[in-house]
């Protein structure tokens, strides 16, 4: 029963994982595919933007660049189109409605242009082309960049919530699995041992060496003091008694130092907020942690996934950063500083699996959605 449950576990964790996969590479191909279609439509854009100026420039045709003009507005407007219709993230929708207004407008400017041409007033048209066109064209393709990048934060929001679920059914199958060999180890028998005759015996009796502990009481050892640390821990009152929850969870992990960092509202960078191992001025002279910073906590933060780093010979100690993940994403990072080469132990790292995930619960908070910003609000 115990080995069906274990494997029963396992298969419907890989199976989520498949599934997420999938959603994952879903979401991947669907990005690409944007990405390339913003590309083309600011290409589009800045041709358009220059064709109008040769309307008016020495040496060209006014007739090819007009009807060239109305052929890439009406490209522009169709990769518009089809952008918006795309499934895009709310923000992301209403920059591309912002930039097919804009060359909208760009129509009608054109026009005007192309009316002052046709009387002889190539001063006028060529003062319209270069205060209202050509930053009409401009604005357009910004309002796409603005796109982009909001479907870049859609996706990497996205790819954190299914990076936690898959964490979290990795770890429940890891947990049933570990479960079950635990119970299934066979436990040591006491030997028989016969009474001495203390009739005939006149030796001393010998004193018997305790007991060793075998892997098994070890490892229930740990998990005993795991959950009742995870118990404490959902029910910290203050940041003292957090701090003292902390040593013991660096006493568990052979930590010689843990932080814990947490990003800010506007998810930019991380702030080590509390520490064990370090002193009150070592935690306040820490930096904040840039989100695309070359570090393992900036990378954690970025992917939701563990780092490693393992320790050199003669050289800095190994650490563990564990992500701190929320229903909205990754909020967090805790970080412990590992002694002795342990950072590589599976032990150590579920540990810190199970530290943070219950650190998750008590500093993740609910936030509103941020209002998208127009060209005009910089």
């Given at each position: 029963?115990?080995?069906?449950t ?11 994982l ?29 041709e ?11 040496g ?95 996706f ?9 679920d898959?964490?979290i ?26 009474p001495?005759d ?181």
């Open positions: 029963m115990l080995g069906a274990a494997l029963a576990a396992v298969g419907a964790a890989t199976y989520l498949f599934r997420s996969e999938q959603q994952l590479a879903t979401l991947k191909s669907t990005l690409r595919t944007f990405d390339l279609r913003v590309r083309e439509a600011q290409d589009t854009l800045a358009l933007r220059l064709g109008q100026q040769a309307y008016v420039a020495e060209q045709g006014g007739d090819f660049w007009m009807a060239k003009v109305a052929s890439l507005h009406r490209s522009a407007t169709t990769t518009l189109t089809t952008l918006r219709q795309s499934p895009v993230s709310p923000a992301a929708g209403t920059a591309l409605d912002e930039a097919i207004a804009t060359v909208g407008e760009f129509a009608n400017i054109d026009k005007r242009t192309t009316d002052y041409i046709a009387g002889g007033q190539r001063l006028m048209a060529a003062d319209i082309i270069f205060t209202e066109g050509g930053p009409s064209a401009a604005t357009a393709a910004r309002y796409v960049e603005t796109a982009r990048q909001a479907e870049h934060q859609a990497d929001l996205a790819e954190a919530s299914l990076r936690k898959e964490a059914a990795a770890g429940s199958a890891v947990g049933v699995a570990l479960l079950a060999v635990l119970l299934l180890l066979p436990r040591p028998r006491m030997a028989a041992v016969e001495a203390t009739r005939l015996s006149i030796a001393p009796t010998a004193v018997l060496a305790p007991p060793q502990p075998t892997p098994a009481n070890r490892h229930a050892t740990v998990l005993k003091a795991a959950a009742s640390l995870a118990t404490d821990l959902g029910r910290v009152r203050d940041a003292q008694e957090m701090s003292r929850l902390l040593g013991r969870a660096a006493t568990l992990m052979d930590a010689s130092g843990i932080v814990i960092l947490l990003g800010d509202t506007t998810a930019a960078s991380l702030q080590p907020v509390l520490a064990h191992g370090y002193s009150a001025e070592a935690l306040a002279r820490m930096p904040r942690v840039p989100r695309s910073a070359d570090n393992a906590a900036a990378a954690a933060y970025r992917t939701g996934k563990m780092k490693i780093v393992l320790a050199r010979p003669g050289g800095a100690a190994g650490a563990v950063v564990e992500p701190i993940l929320a229903a909205e994403g990754c909020v967090g990072a805790l970080s412990a500083e590992i002694q002795g080469g342990g950072e590589a132990s599976e032990s150590v790292q579920a540990l810190a699996t199970i530290f943070a995930a219950q650190l998750a619960t008590m500093v993740a908070e609910p936030q509103a959605p941020a209002e998208p910003r127009t060209a005009a609000q910089g």
